[in-house]
């Protein structure tokens, strides 16, 4: 079984080497650069955002700061984008919804856990901790509630621990996708300052690249097809 994937591993490598040259010479380099800076050490999860232009926001902070997955729970409000500010970061990400319940919090959160995530609710009603106090040693879950209420009483008693970010003004709190940038591009600082361990494998790396090519290059799906009508070996395997 073992000699099995790694003929399948060799197969996937040959499509994705085969894809990976009608990229321009910047774009390879672009890819291979940013796949390197991605991250799941650490995660977003997003309960009940309703309002489209911050929902847009914070997926285009996760991008810049280089996290590759956002949880996004809809119990009552469906996430919705506004395309001119999210400015195509969807197309980068891996969006992972949980909508099937009337309350689906729980459910995110104990998926992540079972994943060995630690799960950190921001919230202003908290003196405890700040961002630059989590940990992480262990993979880091940030979850941000809805602009009006934030996190639901669920959210804050079934996270690992709360946190704030510490303000010197009259308003009790930020905009949600202000909050995500400045706990993010803290996180992101730190990751790299504290030497953590955070890249991807070089596998997902590999699937990264690949993804993004697929979404990229024109007519990349015939391309496909023509490699493997031409390596039927690797279509009856892939």
Same mark, same amino acid.
Request: glycine share 4%.
């Given at each position: 079984?073992?000699?099995?994937?790694?003929?399948?591993?060799?197969?996937?490598?040959?499509?994705?080497?085969?894809m990976f040259d009608f990229l321009t010479e910047e774009r390879k380099e672009r890819?291979?650069?940013?796949?390197?800076?991605?991250?799941?050490?650490?995660?977003?999860?997003?309960?009940?955002?309703?309002?489209?232009? !911050?929902?847009?926001?914070?997926?285009?902070?996760?991008?810049?700061?280089?996290?590759?997955?956002?949880?996004?729970?809809?119990?009552?409000?469906?996430?919705?984008?506004?395309?001119?500010?999210?400015?195509?970061?969807?197309?980068?990400?891996?969006?992972?919804?949980?909508?099937?319940?009337?309350?689906?919090?729980?459910?995110?959160? !104990?998926?992540?856990?079972?994943?060995?995530?630690?799960?950190?609710?921001?919230?202003?009603?908290?003196?405890?901790?700040?961002?630059?106090?989590?940990?992480?040693?262990?993979?880091?879950?940030?979850?941000?509630?809805?602009?009006l209420t934030g996190l639901t009483d669920e959210a804050l008693e079934a996270a690992?621990?709360?946190?704030?970010?510490?303000?010197?003004?009259?308003?009790?709190?930020?905009?949600?996708?202000?909050?995500?940038?400045?706990?993010?591009?803290?996180?992101? !600082?730190?990751?790299?300052?504290?030497?953590?361990?955070?890249?991807?494998?070089?596998?997902?790396?590999? %699937?990264?690249?690949? %993804?993004?090519?697929?979404?990229?290059?024109?007519?990349?799906?015939?391309?496909?097809?023509?490699?493997?009508?031409?390596?039927?070996?690797?279509?009856?395997?892939?």
């Amino acid at each position: 079984m073992k000699g099995f994937f790694y003929t399948l591993e060799l197969m996937r490598q040959d499509l994705y080497d085969y894809m990976f040259d009608f990229l321009t010479e910047e774009r390879k380099e672009r890819f291979t650069t940013i796949a390197g800076n991605r991250t799941r050490h650490v995660t977003v999860v997003l309960e009940d955002l309703f309002q489209s232009h !911050n929902a847009s926001a914070v997926l285009r902070s996760c991008d810049c700061f280089g996290i590759q997955d956002v949880h996004i729970i809809e119990n009552r409000n469906e996430y919705t984008l506004n395309k001119d500010i999210d400015m195509g970061s969807t197309k980068w990400l891996h969006l992972h919804k949980y909508s099937e319940k009337e309350n689906n919090t729980l459910d995110c959160i !104990n998926h992540l856990k079972s994943k060995g995530y630690k799960v950190y609710a921001t919230t202003p009603h908290t003196e405890m901790n700040t961002v630059s106090d989590i940990p992480l040693d262990d993979k880091v879950a940030l979850m941000f509630g809805t602009e009006l209420t934030g996190l639901t009483d669920e959210a804050l008693e079934a996270a690992d621990g709360q946190v704030v970010i510490p303000m010197y003004g009259f308003m009790e709190s930020f905009n949600i996708s202000v909050s995500a940038a400045l706990c993010l591009s803290e996180i992101a !600082n730190r990751l790299r300052k504290e030497h953590i361990n955070f890249e991807l494998s070089e596998a997902e790396k590999m %699937e990264l690249i690949y %993804e993004w090519t697929m979404k990229t290059v024109k007519t990349s799906f015939k391309i496909k097809d023509r490699f493997l009508q031409e390596n039927p070996d690797n279509k009856n395997n892939l």
